[in-house]
């Protein structure tokens, strides 16, 4: 029997990928990939010539048990997506989980997942978070944000560079104007940016400078201001 092995790619630099994940591309049968132009790019920049095919959530439900089947027949195969972790966001839950039912070996590597490094260099406590990935387009928006209005945990959140001003109004309007949160913009890519302010000044920031690149949205948890407080007094103490 095969395995099925979960490959992270670069969010952006393509040196950002580890020595394993490199020689594994090479080694399997077949790589499954979200986009077959964009992983084609980095196969080529690293000289791999494995057979890719696509792999997205437009056809993925067609095609699970055909790979469980390749897999089970003793093909290994590595899912890759456009950039960082497949299953984060991304395609790879399904077929992980057919694999797991069929008693098919997985193995996710370590490597690069985009709101790791957003959260970390934030600057808001990263011991504990909560990730919500991309919230609802249009149903359901507003009740996600507002079950989240009581969390103190870093929340992070994925988000259009579209649709950025008008997430940060409505988080303005459920959490607060005054709220602590960050945008990080093109992680790990040349023109990585970081802004950080309220909410309120974030939204204005965007509206007057307009937005562009990937982006990992970061907001204080509810109890942020008030241990940031706590931990002032206790210096002073």
């Not at 709101?115 to 009740?143: I, M, T, W, Y």
């Amino acid at each position: 029997m095969g395995k099925l092995y979960l490959i992270p790619t670069p969010v952006g630099n393509l040196e950002d990928i580890t020595l394993r994940a490199l020689r594994l591309l090479k080694e399997v049968n077949l790589i499954l990939a979200e986009d077959t132009r964009t992983t084609a790019n980095l196969l080529k920049h690293y000289d791999i010539k494995t057979p890719l095919l696509s792999h997205h959530k437009f056809n993925e439900h067609q095609q699970v048990n055909k790979i469980a089947e390749r897999l089970q027949n003793g093909e290994d195969i590595a899912l890759v997506s456009d950039a960082g972790t497949p299953g984060i966001s991304d395609p790879g839950f399904l077929l992980t989980r057919t694999c797991v039912e069929q008693g098919i070996e997985t193995e996710c590597l370590p490597g690069a997942t985009a709101f790791v490094p957003a959260l970390v260099n934030s600057g808001f406590p990263c011991d504990r978070f909560c990730f919500e990935g991309f919230l609802p387009q249009k149903k359901g928006r507003q009740k996600r944000m507002l079950a989240l209005a009581d969390e103190s945990r870093t929340m992070i959140f994925y988000e259009s560079p579209y649709r950025l001003v008008k997430a940060l109004e409505q988080m303005s309007e459920i959490f607060g104007p005054e709220r602590k949160a960050c945008v990080a913009r093109e992680i790990s890519k040349k023109f990585e940016d970081y802004k950080r302010g309220t909410l309120a000044e974030l939204q204005h920031h965007f509206t007057e400078n307009g937005v562009k690149g990937e982006i990992v949205m970061l907001v204080a948890g509810k109890d942020y201001e008030e241990k940031t407080t706590e931990e002032k007094e206790g210096e002073l103490c």
